[in-house]
């Protein structure tokens, strides 16, 4: 069965870095997109970035760029998200997804890991 | 930045049709992908390249793009099809997400 597994849930505070992770199965885990999506509580949709895990091919959202670093270990089949110092507007549910091309829709999605960012 | 443009909600009786729109600058010289998420669910694609459904997906669902506008189209509405939707573009080495539509059946 084709899949990504997401981590855990996590509760952080302001100023805390956090590393999320994606990993895949069923599989070539290198030969698919990784994008991660953003949806803040009651809102919608936002893309934040994309990893080719292949050749660590990296794009960013405007938005996003040098907020988030997203990275992938090919060898374990595992992207990440990862921030440095968290605000409580990174509170939010954040998913990642495979996508065969860029441009071509993101057909598996993860379960999701909520961020929680609270003093 | 590229920007989509979907109704806030979408109102449909059972066994009706509803349509809901996603808006774009010349939409339809791009690939439009539609998702349905369900609350507390992650989103599941319903329709990729503008008028494709994937497998298991039910015909119900169809889409079109055309112009500044894509249309995604529930037909026979069910129950189960009550849900957030979203369109989904690439432009610019950028994904973009439209707004979305909550669709409720009455």
């Known amino acids: 069965e084709v899949q990504l597994v997401q981590s855990g849930a996590e509760v952080k505070k302001p100023g805390e870095s956090l590393k999320i992770s994606c990993k895949g199965s069923?599989?070539?885990?290198?030969?698919?997109?990784i994008d991660w999506v953003r949806q803040m509580p009651g809102k919608g949709l936002e893309w934040m970035g994309i990893i080719y895990p292949g050749d660590s091919d990296t794009r960013y959202s405007p938005s996003f760029q040098g907020q988030v670093s997203i990275s992938a270990d090919k060898s374990i089949s595992t992207a990440y998200l990862q921030w440095s110092s968290l605000k409580a507007s990174d509170t939010a549910m954040y998913y990642c997804a495979r996508r065969e091309t860029l441009g071509g829709p993101s057909d598996i999605w993860g379960q999701g890991t909520m961020v929680t960012v609270s003093s | 930045s590229y920007e989509l443009t979907q109704p806030l909600s979408v109102s449909v009786a059972l066994g009706q049709t509803a349509r809901i729109t996603c808006g774009g600058n010349n939409i339809g010289s791009k690939n439009v992908h539609w998702y349905q998420q369900k609350p507390g669910q992650a989103p599941v694609l319903v329709i990729y390249?503008?008028?494709n459904r994937p497998s298991g997906i039910p015909e119900r669902f169809s889409g079109s793009n055309s112009g500044n506008t894509a249309t995604l189209t529930i037909s026979r509405a069910q129950a189960g099809d009550e849900a957030d939707y979203s369109c989904q573009v690439w432009d610019s080495s950028t994904g973009v997400f439209g707004t979305g539509t909550k669709v409720t059946v009455l």
């Open positions: 069923g599989y070539r885990f290198t030969s698919y997109w």
């Open positions: 390249r503008d008028s």
